[in-house]
T-cell receptor, first 114, second 113 residues
Framework: DAGVIQSPRHEVTEMGQEVTLRCKPISGHDYLFWYRQTMMRGLELLIYFNNNVPIDDSGMPEDRFSAKMPNASFSTLKIQPSEPRDSAVYFC????????????FGPGTRLLVL | KNQVEQSPQSLIILEGKNCTLQ??????????LRWYKQDTGRGPVSLTIMTFSENTKSNGRYTATLDADTKQSSLHITASQLSDSASYIC????????????FGTGTQLKVEL
């Protein structure tokens, strides 16, 4: 298996623009997680899905952020409009089960909002 | 408030030496504790997962311990190698909270010749 796939790997955009990050989980995994990592705050869980259904989005910072999982093999995280403080590395992870199972992380998308 | 604190914040050791990283948590009720290794520019990779009943778990040269009474965990690295240079992140899960995880800010380890 290729592991968790994320695209793009790097994104540079201007404040106010829409940004869409994409993730393909490992085949057969029924949980998908979106994380954000910054130097100041470390890793933060934004939202997670189980069987394509959002379970907990309490980590989503504000209404500018939205996430979807239209099918078991694809998820998006959208920021609209983007702001400089959204600059971070965004990771997607998947697991074959709940809290007891290992989460496998993708390589991340490095986002810079100017 | 659930918290995970790691120490030291950063550490430099010589190749071949051993080291121990610490993790203290206040997450309750406790479900499991994980140690992740994150190389620069890469996603975190799981090293160990320990539940309440486990007090030690090894993965090659990495050995994690857990004391659920004192709410402390350690990650011991034996015979360090240059490739061990990375950030090591302690993550604690609360039971009954689904997949709610509390992350430590990590220990940055550098192994030098």
């Amino acid at each position: 298996d290729a592991g968790v796939i994320q695209s793009p790997r790097h994104e540079v955009t201007e404040m106010g623009q829409e940004v869409t990050l994409r993730c393909k989980p490992i085949s057969g995994h029924d949980y998908l997680f979106w994380y954000r990592q910054t130097m100041m705050r470390g890793l933060e869980l934004l939202i997670y899905f189980n069987n394509n259904v959002p379970i907990d989005d309490s980590g989503m910072p504000e209404d500018r952020f939205s996430a979807k999982m239209p099918n078991a093999s694809f998820s998006t995280l959208k920021i609209q409009p983007s702001e400089p403080r959204d600059s971070a590395v965004y990771f997607c992870a998947s697991s074959a089960g709940g809290a007891e199972e290992t989460q496998y992380f993708g390589p991340g998308t490095r986002l810079l909002v100017l | 408030k659930n918290q995970v604190e790691q120490s030291p914040q950063s550490l430099i050791i010589l190749e071949g030496k051993n080291c121990t990283l610490q993790c203290n948590y206040t997450v309750s009720p406790f479900s499991n504790l994980r140690w992740y290794k994150q190389d620069t520019g890469r996603g975190p990779v799981s090293l160990t997962i320990m539940t309440f009943s486990e007090n030690t778990k090894s993965n090659g040269r990495y050995t994690a311990t857990l004391d659920a009474d004192t709410k402390q965990s350690s990650l011991h690295i034996t015979a360090s190698q240059l490739s061990d240079s990375a950030s090591y992140i302690c993550v604690v899960s609360a039971s009954g909270g689904g997949n709610k995880l509390t992350f430590g800010t990590g220990t940055q380890l550098k192994v030098e010749l």
